[in-house]
Antibody, heavy 123, light 111 residues
Framework: VQLVQSGAEVKKPGESLKISCKGS????????IGWVRQTPAKGLEWMGI????????RCSPSFQGQITISVDKSVSTAYLHWSSLKASDTAIYYC?????????????????WGQGTLVSVSS | IVMTQSPLSLAVTPGEPASISCRSS???????????LDWYLQKPGQSPHLVIS???NRASGVPDRFSGSGSGTDFTLKISRVEAEDVGIYYC?????????FGQGTKVEIK
């Protein structure tokens, strides 16, 4: 199992961005994929989770309206998208896979993580 | 659900035990009988990785010196004999209720 994330990004406030997370070595559509933000100030923050099989998505209220989580099953890739970045979006973003032991409706923990994508937003 | 860890930092002599506490603002026991509390370790410069799931299940490849215990709102991660490779930041995380939430992290260092 591998989750490979896209590379570091440097953006200006107001710009859009989509980062990716490509899964391999397992049946991509059968396991929830989540996104986690890490900053020095707030530590690890769970942003949301998506089931690639049918794009069922659960998003944290803290990030609702600020981000879009999506997948493209044809390329086994999950995405995290911002339409208008803010300086406060500067962070490392990790994707991670739920282990599937809880089945379709009960994700519970991340057994594999991507390497992280550093996003820097500054004017 | 708010997750509170203690201590926030810990310096341990190799071979000695270590213990980290995690408290949740509400019970993490689901009606299905499972407790949705996990422990993750983030080693320096790496992504986090799973150590303990569902309160007490060691993840694949995790040495048996790691153990998780607790119920309801109070949980503990114990390392029976700390080794140099155990340094990093340990996080508890609840997955009972969306949004899943992490504790602040406990930094473990070697004396």
């Amino acid at each position: 199992v591998q989750l490979v994330q896209s590379g570091a990004e440097v953006k200006k406030p107001g710009e859009s961005l989509k980062i990716s997370c490509k899964g391999s070595g397992y049946t991509f559509t059968g396991y929830w994929i989540g996104w986690v933000r890490q900053t020095p100030a707030k530590g690890l923050e769970w942003m949301g989770i998506i089931y690639p099989g049918d794009s069922d998505t659960r998003c944290s209220p803290s990030f609702q309206g600020q981000i879009t989580i999506s997948v493209d099953k044809s390329v086994s890739t999950a995405y995290l998208h911002w339409s208008s970045l803010k300086a406060s979006d500067t962070a490392i973003y990790y994707c991670a896979r739920d282990d599937g032991s809880g089945g379709r409706y009960a994700p519970s923990h991340f057994d594999y993580w991507g390497q992280g994508t550093l996003v820097s937003v500054s004017s | 659900i708010v997750m509170t860890q203690s201590p926030l930092s810990l310096a341990v002599t190799p071979g000695e035990p270590a213990s980290i506490s995690c408290r949740s603002s509400q019970s993490l026991l689901h009606i299905n009988g499972k407790t949705y509390l996990d422990w993750y370790l983030q080693k320096p410069g790496q992504s986090p990785h799973l150590v303990i799931s569902l309160g007490s299940n060691r993840a694949s490849g995790v040495p048996d010196r790691f153990s998780g215990s607790g119920s309801g709102t109070d949980f503990t991660l114990k390392i029976s004999r700390v080794e140099a490779e155990d340094v990093g930041i340990y996080y508890c995380m609840q997955a009972l209720q969306i949004p899943w939430t992490f504790g602040q992290g406990t930094k473990v260092e070697i004396k």
